[in-house]
């Protein structure tokens, strides 16, 4: 008998499935379309906090302080800055990236109050993983931090540099999370323990969830469930636009039925040729 690789049928990751949840029309712009997006600060700020908490844990542990951390900040900033040189023109003047960047210092600071480094080992650190399920649908993404205890138990860990959300949105905040778990699930046969959502922004505050299987089922059979609606609009052509409080920020609205404006024509594209490796960048979901 002979084992062959599932037929893969197009790929999901957190981010898109939340774009397609917030707006459908969103969704096509930055997927099927793939127009440019501007930097948004907010977005590159998170990119540059993330790299900073990766790396601390590149040093030994007593030596993961506050001051390590914010000695790090500068440097990966240059870093981004030479990859991505556009990142410059977020600012009007350096008065505004100096306040931008005193920032991302009062975060890395808080996430001192909320987690201790010093007695952390993370088995992983900005981890890609990938898993396709029976239907022939890819889920994938980047983990943040991947902590196992020395019993095997696994907890899931994210860095946000927003406020926590309040009651009614912490089921939308912890369906990444659930996402994340359902891949390693489907990928290593176990479900984690503990999924951490760690909040920089604001007060800072720690979100932690213990999932199991119901919650993985129900997670999958919502992923399915969004694949369909993805899979309709390609065939259909639709891409519904969702008016809410988002579009004020986003860079579509001249593009948008909902501001007076027009689509451009629908690339022929299939569902599979959303299949395709990326590294994060500064508009994946942070």
Known sequence: MTLTEPVIIGALSPSRAGDFMTCPLLYRFRVIDRIPEKPSAAAVRGTVVHAVLERLYDLPAPRRSVEAALGLLEPQWDRLLGEEPAYAQM???????????????????RYFT??????????????YVEAVLDSGLM????????????S???????????SAPGPDF??????????????L????????????????????????????????????RKVQALWAAIERALETGEWRARPSRLCDWCDHQALCPEYGGTPPPVPARQPGDTVRS?????????
């Open 278 to 286: 990326s590294r994060r960048t500064a508009t994946d979901e942070l």
């Open 91 to 109: 600012f009007a003047d350096e008065a505004e990236q100096r306040e931008w960047l005193g920032q991302a210092r009062s975060m890395l600071e």
């Open 152 to 162: 095997g138990e696994v907890r899931v860990v994210d860095y946000k540099t927003g």
């Open 114 to 127: 909320l987690e201790d480094p010093t007695r952390l080992e993370p088995a992983e650190r900005e981890l």
């Open 185 to 220: 699930w489907r990928l290593r046969g176990a479900i984690p323990r503990l999924l951490q959502l760690v909040y920089l922004g604001g007060g800072g505050e720690v979100l932690r969830y213990a999932p199991d299987e119901a919650d993985l089922r129900a997670t999958e």
């Open 170 to 183: 912490e089921a939308k905040a912890l369906f990444q999370m659930k996402f994340y778990a359902l891949v």
């Open 139 to 150: 889920l994938r993404g980047y983990i943040d931090r991947l902590d196992v205890a020395p």
